[in-house]
């Protein structure tokens, strides 16, 4: 009997991400324009057959010092990496704050962004487009730049009794230059000794060991300089 493939699946342990079932690790790039955010380039496929475990798993360094970045080397061990998770309580849905809007419902849960940059552009941002969404060339134009939040907090629907619009792409990890895994396609988290993540169909995770709610990303890398391909 030929053996079952492994659903995809990334646990979180006190050292490394462990990342099961085959999912692909691209290279994910935040194009900017005039200093803004403004799109993704999801690149080129990481060869990772060198790294990947007997059992098909691949190891991804979360303290921010492997010197085999993306993948764990073991320096964790080394270096005393504390990574206990702290990251907020519940699903979304419970934190969520509801912003409105007119033909659109937004929602934003602050205690999960990444600080990614694409909610706002040029003097302006999501937060202050959600009261001119009667205008449908600024509502588009808001839910374009939800969209393109990497960490799921802000979001958005079309009316209150409708599901959030979200991507149901293939399960993905994009590794961003200096900054953090962008997750996609909905990966389940596992928290090895601890509570799960909600699944959902994006999350940004730490890989600069500095998050104040790892195994989620808050930003720190940009403020500490993390430095990694």
């Given at each position: 009997m030929s053996e079952q493939p492994t659903s995809p699946q990334i646990a979180v342990t006190g050292g490394p991400?462990?990342?099961?079932?085959?999912?692909?690790?691209?290279r994910a790039e935040i194009v900017?324009?005039?200093k803004h955010p403004v799109a993704w380039n999801f690149g080129d496929e990481v060869d990772a057959s060198e790294y990947a475990k007997e059992n098909g798993d691949v190891w991804l360094c979360r303290c921010g010092h492997s010197k085999t970045k993306p993948f764990c080397d073991l320096t964790h061990r080394e270096i005393g990496f504390d990574g206990?998770?702290?990251?907020?309580?519940g699903t979304y849905a419970d934190r969520a704050k509801v912003l409105g809007g007119s033909g659109v419902v937004v929602e934003d849960d602050r205690s999960i962004c990444a600080h990614a940059?694409?909610?706002a552009k040029h003097r302006d941002n999501v937060w202050?487009?959600?009261?001119?969404?009667?205008d449908e060339a600024v509502r588009n134009e808001m839910t374009d730049m939800i969209d393109?939040?990497?960490?799921?907090?802000?979001?958005?629907r079309p009316s209150e009794d409708a599901p959030h619009v979200e991507s149901n792409g293939s399960a993905r990890i994009g590794i961003v230059p200096d900054?953090?895994?962008?997750?996609t396609g909905g990966v389940p988290m596992e928290i090895k000794g601890g509570d799960d993540v909600e699944t959902r169909q994006r999350v940004?995770?730490?890989?600069?060991?500095?998050s104040s709610i790892k195994p989620l990303c808050d930003g720190t890398h940009e403020k500490i300089g993390f430095k990694a391909d």
């Open positions: 991400l462990i990342v099961s079932g085959d999912v692909p690790l691209v900017v324009d005039e206990t998770p702290n990251h907020p309580e940059g694409f909610c202050k487009m959600v009261g001119r969404t009667e393109r939040c990497p960490s799921g907090a802000l979001t958005y900054g953090p895994y962008v997750v940004s995770l730490c890989r600069c060991g500095g």
